[in-house]
T-cell receptor
Framework: QQQVKQSPQSLIVQKGGIPIINCAYENTAFDYFPWYQQFPGKGPALLIAIRPDVSEKKEGRFTISFNKSAKQFSLHIMDSQPGDSATYFCAASRSGGSNYKLTFGKGTLLTVNP | DTEVTQTPKHLVMGMTNKKSLKCEQHMGHRAMYWYKQKAKKPPELMFVYSYEKLSINESVPSRFSPECPNSSLLNLHLHALQPEDSALYLC???????????FGPGTRLLVL
């Protein structure tokens, strides 16, 4: 059972475009939602994370939008650059006994063309 | 400093070999993790250590044996692996009471 559904699987945009990656979750106990960026052959790097008590969070060119009622959250990359080309994973976890377990989406391969 | 280091970067081993992967962090984190990642897939959790004690084993085959000698070090001992175990093995760490996990660069393992 996939608890975090991520779309699209791949995405191609032109430099300066605003790619949007969407995730939906099923478990209402989730209360922490990070996004990771992974370049080929490297480990995932934490980009930005959000909790359900806020609807939006910005860090530099990266913005998370969160819709608690719809159980959805999305990553927006403003003024995208070729260097942003990577695989992006959304994830979710919950506090308490299983707070160590991140449930990942399947990933989105983003290509930003020059 | 949010660095998690892993050695070696690459490892090739035969199915009868014994090898070990090493992970180190100096952020004072008390939770450490091993993940396995196949190509074009998300990381899959294998083990979690909390305060140097194994707290989660995700039904990993016994040919993978984790060890946490101290709060900064995490090892993964490998024995009698199968070709399908070839993958990127990732280590991560976090504060024990916080969800934010920081990943290392991984060890690319090839089992022949």
């Amino acid at each position: 059972q996939q608890q975090v559904k991520q779309s699209p699987q791949s995405l191609i945009v032109q430099k300066g475009g605003i790619p949007i990656i969407n995730c939906a979750y099923e478990n209402t106990a989730f209360d922490y939602f990070p996004w990771y960026q992974q370049f080929p052959g490297k480990g995932p790097a934490l980009l930005i994370a959000i909790r359900p008590d806020v609807s939006e969070k910005k860090e530099g060119r990266f913005t998370i939008s969160f819709n608690k009622s719809a159980k959805q959250f999305s990553l927006h990359i403003m003024d995208s650059q070729p260097g942003d080309s990577a695989t992006y994973f959304c994830a979710a976890s919950r506090s308490g006994g299983s707070n160590y377990k991140l449930t990942f989406g399947k990933g989105t391969l983003l290509t930003v063309n020059p | 400093d949010t660095e998690v280091t892993q050695t070696p970067k690459h490892l090739v081993m035969g199915m009868t070999n014994k090898k070990s992967l090493k992970c180190e962090q100096h952020m004072g984190h008390r939770a450490m993790y091993w993940y396995k990642q196949k190509a074009k897939k998300p990381p899959e959790l294998m083990f979690v250590y909390s305060y140097e004690k194994l707290s989660i084993n995700e039904s990993v085959p016994s040919r993978f044996s984790p060890e946490c000698p101290n709060s900064s070090l995490l090892n993964l001992h490998l024995h009698a692996l199968q070709p399908e175990d070839s993958a990127l093995y990732l280590c991560a760490s976090s504060q024990a009471d916080q969800e934010t996990q920081y990943f290392g660069p991984g060890t690319r393992l090839l089992v022949l």
